[in-house]
C-alpha cells in the first residue's frame, strides 16, 4: 500500500513539473516574439530613420536674355536652351514614426551650357550674324518635405513626392559671341565686304569694374545667389532611386532697370549730345532662368 501512495504521489509530481515547464516556456516564446518584434530591421533602405544617396542627373533650363537698348551691339533678346549635367549627394531624416514623412537637403553641382544663333539685317548695306555660347557652373542646396508611398504597384517599390526650396550659388557664368559683319551693295546685293570678331566675357561680372564685364557702362552683373521652389517625386527601389523635378527661379539671373527718363530732344551740356533714358522705356534689360526641370538616378547607401 505504501509503494502504491509512493507512485501515485511521484506521478502527480511529474505532472506538475510537466505542466510548469510547458507554461515557462510560452511565457519565453512570447517575451522572445516581443523582443523580435522591437528590434526588427527594415528590409527596405528607405524605411530607415537616415538614409542617404548619391545621384547623377540631366538638368534643362529655359533662359531668356531681353534687352531694350538703343544700340546694335547688344542683341534685343536671345534665348537658350541650357543642357547641364549634375552630381550631388541628399539625405532623408524621418520626422514621425508612425508617419512615413522625411526631411531632404543636400547639394547638387551642375554644369550648363547652351548657344543661341541670331542676326539683325535692318540696314540694307550692313547686316550681322552673331553665334552665342552660354557656359555656367553652379551648387544648389534643396531643402524638401517629402512623404513616403511604400509597396505601391509591387514588393519593395517606395514613390515619395516632395515639395520644397532651394538657393542656388552661381559660380561660374561666362558668355562668348562670335560676331559676323557682312557689307552689301544696296543695289546688287552681293556681299562686297566681310569681318569676323570674337568676344568672351563674364555675366559675373560688371564691366565698369574690370575689363572682362560682359557689358559696356551698365553695372547688372548676375547674381551670386537665387532662390526658388520645387516639386517632385522619387521612386525607390531595393538601393535605387529615380526623381523628376521642377525648379521655379524666383528672382532673375541679372537686371538692370534705367534711373532717369527717355526723351526725344537732344540733351546738350559739356559739348554732348544724346538722349536720356527711363525706366521701362528703352534701357532695361533682364536675364531670367525662371523654368528649370531634373531627371536624376542614384544609389542609396
Request: aromatic share 12%; proline share 3%; glycine share 10%.
Amino acid at each position: 500500500m505504501k509503494s502504491m501512495k509512493l507512485m501515485l504521489s511521484a506521478l502527480l509530481l511529474g505532472l506538475s513539473v510537466s505542466a510548469y515547464a510547458q507554461d515557462d516556456d510560452e511565457l519565453l516564446d512570447a517575451t522572445a516574439e516581443e523582443e523580435t518584434a522591437e528590434v526588427s530591421v527594415p528590409t527596405n533602405p528607405t524605411e530607415r530613420r537616415f538614409f542617404q544617396r548619391i545621384q547623377l542627373g540631366y538638368t534643362g533650363t529655359r533662359a531668356k536674355y531681353t534687352n531694350n537698348s538703343l544700340t546694335w551691339s547688344l542683341p534685343m533678346s536671345e534665348k537658350y536652351f541650357l543642357s547641364g549635367v549634375s552630381l550631388g549627394w541628399i539625405g532623408d531624416l524621418r520626422l514621425n514614426q508612425k508617419i512615413p514623412f522625411f526631411f531632404e537637403i543636400g547639394t547638387t553641382f551642375t554644369y550648363h551650357t547652351g548657344t543661341y544663333d541670331g542676326n539683325d539685317d535692318s540696314q540694307s548695306s550692313v547686316r550681322y550674324n552673331w553665334h552665342s555660347r552660354v557656359n555656367a557652373f553652379s551648387l544648389t542646396i534643396p531643402i524638401n518635405i517629402s512623404y513616403q508611398f511604400r509597396d505601391v504597384l509591387k514588393e519593395g517599390l517606395t514613390i515619395a513626392p516632395y515639395v520644397g526650396v532651394y538657393g542656388r550659388f552661381n559660380l561660374v557664368a561666362n558668355r562668348s559671341v562670335r560676331m559676323v559683319k557682312e557689307s552689301h551693295n544696296v543695289i546688287t546685293g552681293e556681299v562686297t565686304g566681310r569681318d569676323e570678331s570674337y568676344d568672351s566675357r563674364s555675366l559675373m561680372k560688371n564691366h565698369n569694374k574690370n575689363n572682362d564685364g560682359w557689358m559696356n557702362g551698365r553695372t547688372h552683373e548676375g547674381k551670386l545667389f537665387q532662390a526658388g521652389v520645387q516639386v517632385g517625386a522619387n521612386a525607390f527601389y531595393k538601393r535605387y532611386s529615380f526623381g523628376l523635378a521642377y525648379m521655379f527661379d524666383l528672382m532673375p539671373f541679372a537686371q538692370h532697370d534705367s534711373p532717369v527718363g527717355l526723351y526725344d530732344e537732344p540733351r546738350t551740356g559739356g559739348g554732348v549730345t544724346g538722349i536720356t533714358c527711363k525706366a521701362g522705356t528703352g534701357c532695361d534689360m533682364e536675364i531670367s532662368t525662371r523654368h528649370n526641370f531634373a531627371v536624376t538616378v542614384g544609389y542609396i547607401f
